[in-house]
Structure formats: structure tokens, C-alpha cells
Nanobody
Framework: HVQLVESGGGSVQAGGSLRLSCVAA????????????MGWFRQSPGEEREGVAA???????YYSDSVRGRFTLSRGNARNTLTLVMNNLQPEDTAVYYC???????????????????WGQGTQVTVS
């Protein structure tokens, strides 16, 4: 089981930037995050949760079409931190953003929200 803690949400005007961070910890002290796919997902009121950006177990990064070119995802060397830099934010980016992680997930499956099992508590991003 993995615990995820997000931070960095807030309010910004259109065209502004925000940086989201996620810190992960495996509850089993003998395990590490090295084999985990990690990603950011978001959910607006009345909408389904959708994938924003994710890094697969092997380190391949995926972005949704709506954020490609504006958002940048990176993962720390210890593979237990995930950072999403969001530039040129637009009102349609307003949502609760969640960090998720699962072990041994390859390909675009990593960015599919329905297939994620471990979630953080979420952080609000509001763009006006």
C-alpha cells in the first residue's frame, strides 16, 4: 500500500502558473517506489476523473492532449516525488488535482484514471 500527499494547489489568473508536488511512501519499509507508475489526475464538478500526466514504471511520460505543451511532469531521483509544473493555465484547468500511483504499470495505462488504485487526498486548482 502506498500513501500519497499532494501540495501546491491554489488560485491563479488565466495565463499564470502553478507547481504541484506529490510525495509517496510505501507502507512496507522493505519496498520502494522504484516500480511504481505515478501520475496526476483531475476532476471537475460533474465530470469524471481524467488523466493529466503520468510516468510509467519504465519511465515513459504521457500527457493528455489538453495539457501537452503547457504542463511538464518530472519525477525525483528516488522516484518517490512527482512534480507537475503547469504553465499558461486556463479556466478549463480548474479542478481538484489528485496524485495516484500503482506498481508495475506500463504504457498509457498509467494515465488511465479508472485503472488507478492508490490516491492522494487531492489539491484544488482554480483558474479565473
Amino acid at each position: 500500500h502506498v500513501q500519497l500527499v499532494e501540495s501546491g494547489g491554489g488560485s491563479v489568473q488565466a495565463g499564470g502558473s502553478l507547481r504541484l508536488s506529490c510525495v509517496a511512501a510505501e507502507s512496507n519499509a522493505k519496498s520502494s517506489m522504484i516500480n511504481y507508475c505515478m501520475g496526476w489526475f483531475r476532476q471537475s464538478p460533474g465530470e469524471e476523473r481524467e488523466g493529466v500526466a503520468a510516468i510509467s514504471t519504465s519511465g515513459v511520460t504521457y500527457y493528455s492532449d489538453s495539457v501537452r505543451g503547457r504542463f511538464t511532469l518530472s519525477r525525483g531521483n528516488a522516484r518517490n516525488t512527482l512534480t507537475l509544473v503547469m504553465n499558461n493555465l486556463q479556466p478549463e484547468d480548474t479542478a481538484v488535482y489528485y496524485c495516484a500511483a500503482d506498481e508495475f504499470v506500463e504504457s498509457r495505462a498509467c494515465i488511465v484514471a479508472d485503472e488507478r488504485n492508490n490516491w492522494g487526498q487531492g489539491t484544488q486548482v482554480t483558474v479565473s
